[in-house]
């Protein structure tokens, strides 16, 4: 019985300096998700945003005469905006697991790095609402990219990114 091993034999690993850079690197993943998260609900709370790209949402708050939020912005295409991101980000996993099953990890995260790329350009640099638009969708396949990973290391990375997640949402609002 000297050659039986238990799982908790064939689970544990050493953790060298690559495996802490790489769980540092993929926790400021969700550092910076969930900055968007609470950098986009105050963009569109924002009037100059609205004016330009919803004005008939901008004209209708205007018309509230309530400091509230609630109910505020009813529009279908102001909610579609902030809910895109996170859409994409849905469908965009399952294409990154069959991605990660023929290409590997390592490609796969190169894949969702160069989304996350274009998304940021198209997003800093939008002059239309269609290039904000379709920067989001590439931000939400670089999150559903990002998002495969080997079970060791989410293990690792999982408990720290949810916690930057929390922190970075609450730290915008």
Not at 16 to 24: G, H
Not at 65 to 70: A, G, I, L, V
């Amino acid at each position: 019985m000297a050659s039986a091993s238990t799982a908790a034999d064939i689970s544990e690993a050493k953790i060298t300096p690559i495996v802490i850079i790489s769980c540092i690197l993929a926790s400021s993943g969700g550092l910076m998700f969930g900055y968007e998260v609470g950098i986009s609900g105050g963009v569109t709370a924002m009037p100059g945003f609205l004016k330009k790209f919803y004005p008939d949402v901008y004209a209708s708050t205007q018309k509230l005469k309530t400091n509230s939020n609630y109910c505020r912005f009813n529009n279908q295409g102001l909610q579609l905006f902030t809910s895109l991101l996170y859409l994409a980000a849905l469908v965009s996993t399952f294409f990154a697991s069959y991605t990660t099953k023929r290409l590997g990890r390592r490609l796969t995260m190169l894949i969702a790095g160069i989304f996350f790329i274009v998304g940021t350009v198209l997003n800093a640099s939008f002059q239309e609402l269609s290039m904000v638009i379709i920067g989001r969708i590439f931000l939400g396949c670089g999150v559903g990219f990002a998002n495969q990973g080997d079970v060791k290391e989410e293990k690792r990375a999982t408990t720290t990114a949810k916690l930057l997640i929390t922190t970075a949402s609450d730290e915008t609002r």
